[in-house]
């Protein structure tokens, strides 16, 4: 690891994310994670700086663009800049953090990502939430901001792909999103109408992105895209015993969003 990392934006994020699910029978969960959260101006900085963490090149940690987006043939910064430019967003004025977790020994699920995108005040104006399920389906949903900007950044969007065989396919979804000092704070609520029955929340602190503090969380949670996948199926198990009604699985249909940003219009989500 070079000297140069000081000075990297990129870190490293842990803490906590919560479920509480109130359909039919209140389940409530928290377990520990940690996330990278890299700067994705970096990307070039990071692959250089680590012997742990690698950018699309084989190592114990690895970040692929292949895992991100759905980009044909773009790396993953110009497909974030044609993102941008769809929601009328320079991409030469906006900073993008991807939270995510990286791959492991070449294994990683991620339930969703995160791109936070920060204007020259770095204010929050666009949050795009990546969401994958255990069928191997992906969706984007763009939130935009809702009413004026402020400290709390709010997003709404509309549910397009089957997550849960436990959560009915019909639902949007609310974000918020805040920080103060070094925590980050994100939740989503699931509703359905006017009831909610899916509440989620992300509560973690900032972490100096070292190979120190990369060792440190890897001894205590070395694992963790493999646990979070592990724990998928065993809260599923759980409800299921429970006698929660079953979802059958609906394969995702194309698009909507990415049709729209295929042909260079604004898409109708978060308003």
């Known amino acids: 690891m070079t000297g140069t990392s000081a000075a990297l934006r990129s870190h490293l994020l842990a803490g906590t994310i919560r479920h ?4 039919v029978t209140t389940y409530d969960f928290t377990h520990h994670v940690w996330y990278l959260a890299l700067d994705l101006d970096e990307l070039d900085a990071v692959d250089r700086c680590f012997c742990l963490l690698s950018v699309n090149r084989r190592n114990l940690l690895t970040l692929n663009d292949s895992d991100h987006l759905e980009r044909g043939h773009e790396g993953l910064r110009e497909a974030i800049a044609r993102r941008l430019r769809v929601h009328n967003l320079d991409p030469n004025q906006t900073r993008v953090t991807l939270i995510a977790y990286p791959r492991v020994l070449g294994y990683v699920f991620n339930p969703v990502s995160f791109y936070l995108c920060r204007d020259r005040d ?13 069928h191997g389906d992906r969706e984007i949903y763009d939130f935009t901001p809702v009413g004026e900007s402020g400290p709390v950044f709010k997003g709404i969007a509309d549910k397009r792909m089957y997550v849960s065989p436990f959560i009915a396919p019909v639902a949007r979804y609310e974000l918020l999103a805040w920080e103060a000092g070094d925590r980050l704070t994100i939740t989503i609520r699931e509703l359905e109408g006017d009831s909610s029955t899916l509440f989620a929340r992300l509560q973690v602190r900032r972490m100096p992105l070292t190979g120190r503090q990369l060792l440190s969380l890897l001894a205590r949670d070395p694992l963790v895209p493999l646990k979070t996948s592990a724990l998928i199926f065993w809260h599923a198990l759980r409800l299921w015993w429970r006698g929660v009604p079953w979802q059958r699985y609906q394969r995702a249909r194309k698009l909507e969003v990415e049709n729209v940003v295929d042909r260079g219009h604004s898409p109708s989500v978060g308003k």
Do not use: Q
Request: charge should be positive; hydrophobic fraction near 40%; charged fraction near 30%.
């Open 122 to 134: 770095d204010m929050l104006c666009l949050v795009l939430a990546e969401v994958h399920n255990t």
């Open 20 to 23: 509480r699910r109130s359909r």
